[in-house]
């Protein structure tokens, strides 16, 4: 099995989706004495708005980046990763994910899957858009979500 140095994980901050992904996560940075990082993208709320014929002001974004990095630091607190290696950027999640994984020259990357199917499968998937993009190694960890 390769050796994994770097690996960045993906996640939404959400307790719930990012349980099974942490977990692995965590456990393949231990058996490989591996650096983990984490990265979370925060869409732009602006784009939702201009669709719906609604002004958003750059306050919501504020707010989201404000809320997002008390999330983050409390998460790198409880699986210890250092505040260096917690990253936190404005824009679309496939492309965040993957410029951070070239960034940092991750060697694996770790993103949760929600196995949706229908009109979400059409409408795109991060986790599919980062597993055929990436230039490294892609796990994709189903995630759990409440019904």
């Given at each position: 099995m390769k050796l994994?140095?770097?690996i960045l994980l993906a996640v939404e901050l959400e307790n719930t989706t990012d349980k099974a992904p942490i977990k692995r996560a965590l456990g393949l940075a231990k058996q490989f004495g591996a650096k983990l990082s984490i990265v979370h993208a925060i869409e732009h709320i602006s784009s939702y708005g201009a669709a719906y014929g609604v002004a958003v002001g750059a306050e919501i974004e504020e707010l989201l980046l404000e809320n997002a990095t008390k999330d983050m630091k409390k998460l790198g607190n409880r699986i210890d990763v250092a505040e260096t290696d917690?990253?936190?950027?404005?824009?679309?999640?496939?492309?965040v994910i993957l410029?951070?994984?070239?960034?940092?020259?991750?060697?694996?990357i770790i993103v949760g899957s929600h196995g949706r199917h229908g009109i979400r499968l059409l409408l795109g998937s991060t986790a599919n858009a980062v597993l055929h993009a990436a230039e490294c190694d892609v796990m994709a960890v189903r995630v759990e979500e409440l019904q």
């Open positions: 994994y140095k770097n917690q990253i936190l950027k404005f824009g679309p999640a496939k492309i410029e951070e994984a070239k960034c940092m020259k991750a060697d694996l």
